[in-house]
């Protein structure tokens, strides 16, 4: 039986990346549909009436909401190939542990860093690299989250590494000097096919980032 | 098939995230050793088990420590495979995910958070939190429980903080967030969730809890 999936999603979204990554690395044929959020079509707001937010996987008509439970959802289903999870119990709960955590120490610095200015901005900075060096302090020496193959964590961590430029742009700061080691992990993780063809040119999102930071700050 | 080793869990009597994780082990008939955390003091203990986040619950099992609820919860289901708390189907096992996630973050704000700063008053945060619990009214209409005719992941979630916290938190504030005549079918299932002996163990007792609701609000509010 031939499935039908459908994702809605934003361009620029760190979210939405993660859903596209998801679907390519699992080979599942989908498609793509560009939500504006100004404007959310009639489609999304029956999907996902709770928090009308991309990414929502359409999957033969019944709709998965939320960035980590969609590319949880996509493992489950297409199972047989490059498992995104580990089986073994314990590891899975540390994966998602750490997904957790880039969620919401990541998210909210990393948030403030492109909508705000001054010392909001500063006290956002110094707590979002202080959540990177924990990440980084995990990674380790492994050449990705999940140790040989990109998975689960590295795919939530995708998300922010694609907007990493456009945050050191508008904080005026630099990351690779404070995490090296994930930076390291960073750069392989954007090589992958899975990844190249899923993400936008990175200009764009600096382009982008500057724009909503205008009407942010103006 | 039981998994074998010890089960230790750092919890607190207050906590709905910690006897969430309890009526897993009670509905599993996992022997555990519970160790209370006198909050909001933490021991060296907790800080040692859990030096990200510093909070309960954490299971211990074995070697393996597992701070988060919904991360024990799942842990636990997949390592003791008697009474699932989780569906097989992947479909309805991202629902459940869903709606765990929904209640933790959307129903504990509009139902505690948003309630008790009462920025625009008190009776808009009301209105505001029955339409988040509007719906979950929807989606346990027509069953017993949220994961059908048993319990599940979202019941003890739901269940842990609904009838047992956030209902001890209004009625200490003199409302009622979910009457009966708005919510018929949420009403229907706490009923049906008092039924469940492992979860009868995990109701704190009433006044208690009324107490340390008013406390916590207290704290929140002037924070």
Not at chain 1, 98 to 120: L, N
Not at chain 1, 126 to 145: N, Q, R, S, V
Not at chain 2, 2 to 9: D, I, N, T
């Amino acid at each position: 039986m031939a499935d039908e999936v459908i994702l809605l999603d934003f361009w620029p979204s760190p979210f939405g990346v993660r859903a596209r990554i998801a679907l390519r690395e699992k080979g599942v044929e989908f498609e793509y549909r560009e939500e504006n959020l100004r404007d959310k079509s009639p489609l999304l707001l029956q999907m996902n009436p709770v928090h009308k937010k991309i990414p929502v996987l359409i999957h033969n008509g019944k709709p998965v909401c939320e960035s980590m439970n969609v590319v949880q959802y996509i493992d489950e289903v297409w199972s047989d190939q490059n498992p995104l999870l580990p089986s073994n119990p314990y590891q899975r709960a540390q994966a998602r542990f750490w997904v957790d955590f880039i969620d919401t120490k990541v998210f909210e610095p990393a948030d403030k860093i492109w909508s705000t200015k001054g010392e909001v901005q500063e006290k956002a900075k110094k707590e979002y690299i202080e959540a990177l060096k924990i990440l980084e302090t995990e990674l380790g020496d492994k050449t990705f989250f999940g140790g040989d193959t990109f998975g689960f964590v590295d795919i939530a961590m995708t998300g922010y590494y694609m907007w990493f430029e456009a945050s050191e742009k508008c904080g005026n700061f630099s990351i690779e000097p404070e995490c090296p080691i994930l930076m390291a992990s960073a750069k392989r993780c954007l090589q992958r096919d899975s990844v190249v063809k899923s993400l936008p040119d990175p200009e764009k999102i600096v382009e982008f980032a500057f724009k909503i930071r205008k009407i942010y700050c103006v | 098939m039981a998994a074998e080793g010890k089960v230790k869990l750092l919890g607190c009597w207050a906590s709905p995230f910690s006897r969430r994780v309890e009526m897993a082990l009670k509905l599993k008939n996992i022997p555990y050793e519970y160790l209370e955390e006198a909050l909001p003091n933490k021991s060296p203990l907790l800080l040692e088990l859990n030096p990200v986040h510093k909070k309960v619950p954490v299971l211990v099992h074995n070697d393996k420590i597992l701070p988060e609820s919904h991360l024990i919860l799942e842990y636990i289901d997949q390592t003791w495979k008697n009474n699932p708390i989780l569906p097989l189907d992947p479909y309805e096992k991202a629902m459940a995910r869903f709606w765990a996630k929904f209640v933790d973050e959307q129903i504990l704000t509009v139902g505690f958070r948003s309630l008790v700063k009462a920025e625009k008053g008190r009776d808009v945060a009301i209105e505001e939190a029955r339409e988040m619990f509007a719906f979950l009214e929807k989606e346990v209409t027509g069953k017993n429980y949220f994961g059908g005719k048993t319990i599940g992941f979202v019941d003890m979630v739901a269940g842990s903080i609904i009838p047992f916290c956030l209902a001890q938190l209004w009625e200490g504030m003199r409302i009622d967030v979910i009457p009966e005549e708005k919510f018929p079918e949420l009403n229907r299932w706490i009923k049906n969730l008092k039924d469940i002996e492992s979860v009868r163990e995990c109701i704190p007792d009433r006044e208690k809890q009324i107490e340390h609701m008013m406390k916590v609000s207290e704290r929140y509010r002037s924070a």
